[in-house]
């Protein structure tokens, strides 16, 4: 059938000499056999593009131009949205793209949220974007402080022969003279 074949504005009847089917069985056995110089050309080329590799994965998946990014990132000072750590190229100050995996996979429209540093990007996908946990732990932190700032400090420490855990509490009056140190203790 003449809609099998793809088209080839090259050709006088416009038409490839192959159908579809034989095209992908002949692509198919191209890559198989020349998988090692495919993954050397494509290593090659990533090492020697990396800014544009980059540039067509973030566009790709977010549907960020470089452009947009860059204003993105200059709307904070080139510094993550949440902590404020000045990004860097690599480690854990570098760039990352926050994105609604919801809207993502109910409306299928990508929605870039931020740009965060490493750790903040993994402390908010921990919580799978669930506001209600980052909220528990709002509250966890809030009320930990308040029973730090009224009882001074209270650890647990194990006991020794029945390894129960017994409260220890320390006596901070003079904490401005000497550093404390949790590691101390056990």
């Known amino acids: ?3 099998d074949f793809y088209k080839d504005k090259t050709r006088k009847d416009g038409l ?3 159908c579809g089917t034989c095209e992908r069985a002949q692509r198919v056995r191209y890559i198989k ?3 090692e110089k495919i993954r050397a050309q494509r290593a090659l080329y990533t090492k020697e593009n990396p800014k544009r590799v980059r540039a067509q994965k973030v566009f790709s998946k977010y549907g960020l131009t470089p452009e947009m ?3 993105m990132t200059e709307e904070y000072n080139n510094c993550c949205w949440i902590c404020e750590t000045k990004f860097t190229e690599k480690g854990h100050s570098r760039r990352h793209i926050d994105h609604d995996h919801d809207i993502q996979e109910r409306i299928g429209e990508r ?3 931020g740009m965060f540093c490493a750790s903040c990007n993994t402390s908010l996908g921990k919580f799978g974007d669930n506001l209600a946990g980052v909220m528990k732990v709002v509250a966890y932190l809030k009320k930990a402080e308040e029973r730090y700032r009224r009882s ?3 650890l647990v420490k194990p006991h020794t022969e029945t390894s129960e855990l017994a409260p220890v509490r320390l006596d901070l009056t ?3 003279k000497k550093r404390y140190d949790a590691r101390d203790r056990f």
Do not use: C, T
Request: proline content about 0%.
């Open 1 to 3: 059938m003449i809609s």
């Open 16 to 18: 490839r000499s192959r």
């Open 33 to 35: 056999e020349n998988s």
């Open 69 to 71: 990014e860059a204003v």
């Open 111 to 113: 929605f870039v949220r």
């Open 152 to 154: 001074r400090l209270v």
């Open 174 to 176: 003079d904490v401005s």
